[in-house]
T-cell receptor, first 115, second 109 residues
Framework: EAEVAQSPRYKITEKSQAVAFWCDPI?????LYWYRQILGQGPELLVQ????????DSQLPKDRFSAERLKGVDSTLKIQPAELGDSAMYLC?????????????FGPGTRLTVL | GQNIDQPTEMTATEGAIVQINCTYQ??????LFWYQQHAGEAPTFLSY??LDGLEEKGRFSSFLSRSKGYSYLLLKELQMKDSASYLC??????????WGAGTKLIIKP
């Protein structure tokens, strides 16, 4: 069964350092999502791509976060500089088209700890 | 505004039945999703409802009432492995998911 791949699974960094997360969606899925999930809360959408284009990045803290999906396949989320409040699980999900019948499938996530 | 409400935590006994409720308010509505999330893991898809009524899938069933903005997830014959958080998410007019905070389900022997 096809899966969403993410790496690394765990990342520990010091504040003010740069971190990057990678996601490879299920093959053929045009829509890719990056979420942040704080313990005890639901996922919060950071950015949504349709192919290589950003559909929504209204909740992305653009002063420190950036995301790209250059060839419309895999994607990278970067934080620079990291802050203590960025400690969370970063989840990547993909769906076939991103419309109403679509199911989002999640990768295993990256657990980020900022010291 | 957009909002999803579900109980924070529920406790049930192995072998029993539990119902997890979810109410939603969204700008437009394109369906209701339930996901299961074990501690430290990613959410996994359980069910999707877009029309009123009950959808049954093995031990899990999900119900939707669009007029009431209400859904529930019914888990039968509970097993210890069902201990997890259950996330309710509504698809809004832009087909984005509005997520609840999740209901932590604790199963006792």
């Amino acid at each position: 069964e096809a899966e969403v791949a993410q790496s690394p699974r765990y990342k520990i960094t010091e504040k003010s350092q740069a971190v990057a997360f990678w996601c490879d969606p299920i093959s053929g899925h045009a829509t890719l999502y990056w979420y942040r999930q704080i313990l005890g809360q639901g996922p919060e959408l950071l950015v949504q791509f349709q192919d290589e284009s950003v559909v929504d990045d209204s909740q992305l803290p653009k002063d420190r976060f950036s995301a790209e999906r250059l060839k419309g396949v895999d994607s990278t989320l970067k934080i620079q500089p990291a802050e203590l409040g960025d400690s969370a699980m970063y989840l990547c999900a993909s769906s076939y088209r991103g419309d109403w019948t679509d199911t989002q499938y999640f990768g295993p996530g990256t657990r980020l700890t900022v010291l | 505004g957009q909002n999803i409400d579900q109980p924070t935590e529920m406790t049930a006994t192995e072998g029993a039945i539990v119902q997890i409720n979810c109410t939603y308010q969204t700008s437009g509505f394109n369906g209701l999703f339930w996901y299961q999330q074990h501690a430290g893991e990613a959410p996994t898809f359980l069910s999707y409802n877009v029309l009123d009524g009950l959808e049954e899938k093995g031990r899990f069933s999900s119900f939707l009432s669009r007029s009431k903005g209400y859904s529930y997830l019914l888990l039968k014959e509970l097993q210890m492995k069902d201990s997890a958080s259950y996330l309710c998410a509504a698809s809004d007019s832009n087909y984005q998911l509005i997520w609840g905070a999740g209901t932590k389900l604790i199963i006792k022997p």
